[in-house]
């Protein structure tokens, strides 16, 4: 663990333990914690880490010490592989509609990823192949039974991970969709199937 790292790190950002910690809704004392050695760097936490220190994935498990940089970047997911994807929309006056909804959406909020649905792995809920929908990463860690969550399947050994949509039903998440293969529920073990975040708002793209 390369505390000074983390240290420097926050400092350049301006960024307390106190803020990192709310990112996983814990009291500063659990990055103390962390960063003694008391505590292991979970997925969870170096997503927190990431998020408040506005860092890679990958760079924030390669300098706590749980993976070599290599082994880190491989399990960093294709945030273009599986059931959604990043949504990025330019910024010209054509997209000036889009803009909008997005930002009423919530899109402009802090924690708050515009993604498009891929896969029909939630159809039977209304959830189809190109509409967007925004994910609340602060809630994460909040989410109870019936929400929809972005999560990610990290297979180790592999060094390969993927992303899925899915409604939470403590402590698994299950599809609803006319695709057989999507039948398999995952339980969440925050080391292996990761919640990302919930989903707060859903809308048809034109």
Do not use: C
Not at 9 to 24: C, F, P, R, Y
Not at 112 to 140: C, N, T
Not at 173 to 198: C, E, F, M, Q, W
Request: hydrophobic share 40%; net charge neutral.
């Amino acid at each position: 663990m390369d505390v000074d790292w983390f240290k420097k790190q926050q400092k350049i950002k301006d960024v307390t333990a106190d803020k990192i910690a709310a990112e996983m809704g814990r009291a500063r004392s659990a990055v103390s914690r962390i960063y003694s050695g008391e505590q292991k760097m979970s997925l969870d936490w170096a997503r927190a880490f990431a998020r408040a220190l506005d860092l890679s994935l990958d760079e924030v498990l390669s300098h706590a010490g749980v993976l070599g940089e290599q082994d880190a970047k491989t399990v960093t997911p294709s945030l273009s592989d599986g059931d959604a994807s990043p949504y990025k929309v330019h910024g010209d006056a054509s997209n000036h509609r889009q803009l909008q909804i997005i930002e009423a959406m919530g899109g402009g909020r802090s924690g708050v990823e515009i993604w498009q649905v891929r896969e029909p792995s939630l159809a039977f809920m209304g959830y189809m192949p190109g509409d967007a929908i925004a994910v609340d990463a602060h809630q994460s860690e909040l989410t109870k039974a019936g929400d929809v969550v972005l999560a990610q399947i990290y297979e180790h050994s592999g060094g390969r991970a993927r992303t899925i949509l899915r409604r939470h039903e403590p402590p698994v998440l299950v599809a609803a969709s006319p695709n057989p293969d999507d039948a398999r529920t995952y339980v969440v073990d925050h080391n292996n199937v990761v919640i990302r975040g919930k989903v707060i708002a859903s809308w048809r793209l034109q």
